[in-house]
Each structure stands twice: as C-alpha cells, then as structure tokens.
C-alpha cells in the first residue's frame, strides 16, 4: 500500500484530505508541522508527500528543500498564495505540482494519482547512453560516467521526453503539454526553471540539452 504524506497545520483541512485518500485506500501518514514532517520522512517509507507551504517551525519550502536532498518522491504544495514567484520558487526546489488553496480535494486526489502512476510505470525500453549519461528506463536509473544521480520525478520525465525526441527543436509549449499535460496551466517559466535545474544535475552533461534562441530547447548529442 503506498503511503501519502500529508503536512498541513490546519487540523480540519488536513483531517479532511485524509478522509479522501484513505477512500483511495492510500496509507496516510500526518504532520502539523515542518520538524514532524521531515522527522516523519526520514522514518517511513513514503511515496508521495502532499506538503503546506504555510506551515510552523520550519517552513514548507525548507521541508520541500530538505526532502530533495534525500530524496525524488513526488512533492505537491498547497499554499494560500497564489502569486507566481511562490510557485516558481516551489518548482526551483523540486516540487512536482502546486495547488492554490481553496482546492477540491478530489482535484487533489486526483493529481496524486497521476503523479503516482507516473513515478510507478515501467515499460519495456532499452538502455541508452548518450555520450556518458546513460538513462534505463525500466529501472528509472540516470547515470553519468558510471556516478547515479538522483532526479525528482518532474526531471526524470522532462529528461525522458528530451532523450525520445533527440535532435529536435522543442518549443517550451510543447514541453509543458506533454511533460506537464494539456490541463496544466502553469507559465512557460516552469519549463525554464526545470531546465534549469535539470541541466544544473546533469553536471558536465549539461550540454546535451542546448537552448533554441527564441524558442526552446533540443536534446542532441554532438559529433
């Protein structure tokens, strides 16, 4: 059973967050606040976290932070603000997916599922190297000169959907629809930002993924 991670002070929306995904049949594990969470995090196994930015003692970016130190599993926030620099900073240090309160928690439930199924599909696919950076994608592994390296699970699709469509030109359009998916309404910065992040990772790899002037980006391996 997966275990879903539920870090929320208010009592009542966290109770009530929880009511849905154990409908899903989903473990829940709870926390009122930043120390607990990741105290929590490093105990059990848990494979999604549902994390509130406006959380007492140590904050849900931090927490966000401390989790992508050790870890890939799939973050969601859930903030009060919806202004747009709380979100890209949210995605700049590693979370999957931003909610905006007030939310429908079956619309919550329901990106939980995607990311779920995500980070869990395993199809059958060969082993590729590209220059020293070998992706598996039946083990979801990333390697560069024989060193893992760890990607959330928003870098390891951007990754994989670059890597399929080696030597073309993409634009941040048709990045975030296919990474992000048509209902996402998210600005074209998210791209960016996860580039940016994605490229910063790759280390001496980094130039795999080169920047299209005025439209996107190309995943190409030079001769």
């Known amino acids: 059973?997966?275990?879903?991670?539920?870090?929320?002070?208010?009592?009542?929306?966290?109770?009530?967050?929880?009511?849905?995904l154990k409908r899903e049949n989903y473990e829940v594990l709870e926390a009122g606040d930043g120390i607990e969470a990741i105290d929590i995090?490093?105990?059990?196994?848990?494979?999604?976290?549902?994390?509130d930015i406006m959380i007492p003692l140590v904050d849900g970016f931090r927490v966000c932070k401390s989790i992508r130190e050790h870890s890939s599993v799939p973050i969601i926030l859930l903030t009060a603000k919806?202004?747009?620099?709380?979100?890209?900073?949210?995605?700049?240090?590693?979370?999957?997916?931003?909610?905006?309160k007030p939310f429908s928690p079956k619309v919550?439930?329901?990106?939980?599922?995607?990311?779920?199924?995500?980070?869990?599909?395993?199809?059958?696919?060969?082993?590729?190297?590209?220059?020293?950076?070998?992706?598996?994608?039946?083990?979801?592994e990333i390697t560069i000169d024989g060193k893992e390296?760890?990607?959330?699970p928003k870098e390891y699709e951007l990754l994989i959907y670059f890597s399929r469509n080696k030597g073309i030109a993409l634009t941040r359009d048709k990045?975030?629809?296919?990474?992000?998916?048509?209902?996402y309404y998210g600005d074209?910065?998210?791209?960016?930002?996860?580039v940016k992040r994605l490229r910063e990772k790759l280390q001496n790899k980094a130039h795999l993924?080169?920047?299209v002037r005025g439209s996107g980006y190309k995943f190409e391996v030079k001769k």
């Open 1 to 20: 059973m997966e275990k879903i991670l539920v870090v929320e002070d208010e009592e009542r929306m966290r109770k009530l967050v929880m009511t849905y």
């Open 41 to 51: 995090f490093r105990r059990e196994n848990v494979s999604l976290v549902v994390l």
């Open 82 to 100: 919806s202004e747009e620099e709380d979100k890209l900073l949210g995605y700049d240090l590693g979370a999957d997916d931003y909610v905006t």
């Open 108 to 140: 919550l439930v329901a990106k939980i599922k995607v990311l779920l199924k995500r980070t869990n599909f395993v199809e059958v696919a060969t082993e590729n190297d590209y220059d020293g950076l070998v992706i598996n994608e039946v083990s979801h």
């Open 149 to 152: 390296v760890y990607l959330s």
């Open 175 to 183: 990045i975030l629809d296919n990474v992000w998916g048509n209902d």
């Open 188 to 194: 074209l910065r998210t791209v960016d930002t996860h």
């Open 209 to 211: 993924i080169s920047t």
